[in-house]
């Protein structure tokens, strides 16, 4: 069995794994980080979403969302994942966590994980997205309850929240 | 000081915390010491006689623990239950959790794997060898029905599970001599509810104590089921619905696999888990909707309906699960909308196919019928020349006219269609979005407008019991509440309502807390589990508030009365002069000789002096059974572009204006009115569950069922008139279901109007590009030839 090395939500952690393990399932059966849901088989609901680094560990790469259920444990190998239950520190939540809340932007929440941090790497690839953006760039993201129109306002306000006073200053 | 009222309060929700975490508990999140893993091998052909079976190779297979079939668990699996037998003479067919002997539909469970992880079950699956000898597939319901058809059940002699049928009025004299008479034959589509939460058991077994987890809608239900089912005492059986994710009527359900779970935890005296795939849940979990609807509506030449006949097929699938019988039914009191008529006829007949079974699916029954009259109230005002809302006008029940006996036997309390239309028109720009559809229609503009009108009422808060009972439903339509008064004042809410999304944790402390008059973070709310929730009818029918927090009110009154007379007794003061305001007893007249409830609270707890007689304790109990349904209603208005070249349907705008009685928490209406819109427009536009002929099914992933993106759905303008239902002291009504029922034919409403200059009068669900386009290919020949169509043609200049 190959012997993987993963930072989940700043955690290192060494197993061996199944080649064909899914990283979803590692995530949630191997290490108990069940906040990351799955929602399907074919990689089209996005309720598994994760933040993968591109390079080895988190430092000095990005990180971009990646469904974790197309993605095998193996491949995360010497990287970095962050889950939803990386995002907040415990005492304050992250600035899309709080938007989602604010904006009743959720209501069975079984697609909030992935939706969250879908909606991180969009505002990472456009800080500042119209209502059509958000609505393309959440695309791969599916929810049954909500109608999306608060999930929309959301991630517009986490944007408007997560732009520096200085940047707003400039944009507005 | 008195705090702002909590009931109408846009309080965010308090279940947000830990499921924007990460923090939520999924069924499938349940480990337990030594869990096995459990894997379904399902049919993968409609319809087949099982004549070989062989679980050798799997049982070989590496971390397997055991393989069962059918006929191992034929002596106990029973059969899964109907609660609703609509008919004496309903055709009821076995229905084991594991197929014995025969298959009915793609994805019937033949043999299950349990091994030590999930990995190791699925792949034992590939090594059971099934044979089936193939039957023919029941696939359409108008064959099914006839003399002579291939039969589902060889040994029932029909595919007709049951005809029901309610009368009212003089039809034959609504009909004879009736200037207009409109005939239509519509198809509501079969759709996959599809619940973001696949579904998921857990079940222990620790000696004769069994506890099951199960991402279900009704712990409740599904307790007293397993127990009538497996023999397993109902005390003995603890069901748990820890978070569960979506439900919208699929996890309203007995479902085998649950069956199937508690069996396997009885026989391996180990805990195991099952988690269906979302493939595997396209094919197993029910499906919804699957009608053929005749109407014929008869109609003076003012406009003023005579008459409907309502005559339909209702698929059942392969088998009838908890109440698949009764939806359709649920229709029959919805086919008459909010229109005046004195002649009614509603026939229904339950046809058994090789599909997977319906069941309920967000407004059940309900939105089949509103989908029959609004579809046809446009069409009779085509026909006629008038304005969509004018034609609704003259028919509809005005303001004054409350309370009203309908002509299907229910009576609606309360409700202001003019209110509600008028504040819709406003909002929509209803006049100057009509002028802009006649300047295109003027240009010949390939992008043609459309408006789409949707006036509905519903019938939900299921229900009174005594009406339930008429129409044989097996169980009452109460909700059971209690209030927990704890030492320190704090409360606790247990209700028997079963939340998956509707947000109870807060909206029930809301009124525990504006009627207790303590603050809404000294409120807990319990739900969910039959040891904290012992008494319960669970979450459906858009029936938790209506009779859920009415069962909550009457508890909080309840513990009011008796802290009343713990407090006249620690005032020395008679009882009757006792006023409770703000969380606090005073005496009338002499506000500083007062005790907070908090201190009632603490002295009852005490019980050092208590009044003569008086129990030591102020937790109360109420099981509210409604006296009738609550009645929401509303006015949906649906601008779509139609580009006649491409068949592209764009929604420009929206407008949902709804009244559901009073309201409790704005913010959790209006998401229940968005998620609701979004279902009913999917059903327009999107989703459809495919069969071949052979009845397999083609939609079994989410790449093939095209549950609509952000990408695909406007932004909604949702705003509320209030009229209170008078039924209930809350004033409230039902809102889960309201959004999915109004705006199915409002979209196709919208997409028929764009295209009456084509001679199209009907696009059948879901209205893709390539049906738009085929409609306006051959919408004037092909359409023309139906008896009384003819109203598209001859309407297209009355229309402006």
Redesign the interface.
Known sequence: MPRVSVEVDGVEYDDDV?P??LLA?YL??RL???????????S??G?CTVLLSTGRRASGTTSVSVKSCSVLAVQADGKSVT???G??DGQE?HPM?QA???E?A????????GM?MAAIDLLRENPNPS?EE???G???????????????RAVRRAAGDMRSPAEEGVTS | MTAAPEIGSAR??T??????????N?T??I?LPGLLHVAFLRSPVSHARITGVDVSGARERPGVVAVFTGADLADEQGSLPCAWPVTEDMVLPDHPPVAVNEVRYVGEPVAVVVAR???AAADALEAIDIDYEPLPAVTDMEEAIKEGADLVHSDKGTNTSYEWIYEAGDLDAAFRDAPVVIERRYVQQRLIP?????RAVVCSAVGDDYTLWSSTQIPHILRLMLATVTGIPEHRLRVIAP????G?GSKLQVYGEEVVCLLLAKRLGRPVKWTE???EGNMAVHHGRGQIQRLSLAADSDGRIRGLKVDLLADMGAYLMLVTPGIPILGAFMFNGIYKMDAYSFKCAGVFTTKTPTDAYRGAGRPEATYGIERMMDELAAELSLDPLEVRRRNWITHDEFPYDTVSGLTYDSGNYEAATDKATELFEYDKLRAEQADRRDRGDPVQLGIGVSTFTEMCGLAPSRVLGSLSYGAGGWEHASVRVLPSGKIEVVTGSSA????HETAWAQIAADRLGVPFEDVRVLHGDTSISPRGMDTYGSRSLAVGGVALYNACEKVIDKARRMAAHLLEADEQDIEFAGGSFSVRGVPEQARTLQEVSLAVFGAHDLPEGFEPSLDSDATHDPDNFSFPHGTHLCAAEVDTETGFVKLRTYVAVDDVGSVVNP??V???V??????GIAQALYEEAVYDAEGNLTTT???DYL?P???D?P??TTDRTETPATTNPLGVKGVGEAGTIASTPAVVNAIVDALRPYGVTDVPMPCTPERVWQAVRGGTAERSTQPGAGGGLGSAGGEA
């Open positions: 199944e064909r393990l399932h949630r059966d108990g980080k069940v906040g990351t849901p799955i929602g399907c088989d074919t089209n609901c309720a889950t939803i239950e995002l907040s939540l966590q989602f809340h604010e009743h959720l209501q069975c929440g079984y697609c909030t994980p969250i209502e958000v609505r393309e959440l695309e791969g993201n599916l929810c049954r309850c909500t109608g999306y129109q608060n999930i929309v | 965010r929700r279940e947000d915390a830990r499921l924007i975490t990460g923090r939520t999924w499938d999140n480990q992880d999930r990995y599809t619940a973001m939460e696949p978070d569960v994710g979506g919208f795939s979302r493939s998956h999304g509707q947000g913010l959790i209006e998401g229940q968005h998620g609701g819109l979004a279902q992933t989410m790449a549950v993106s952000a990408g759905l932004t909604f």
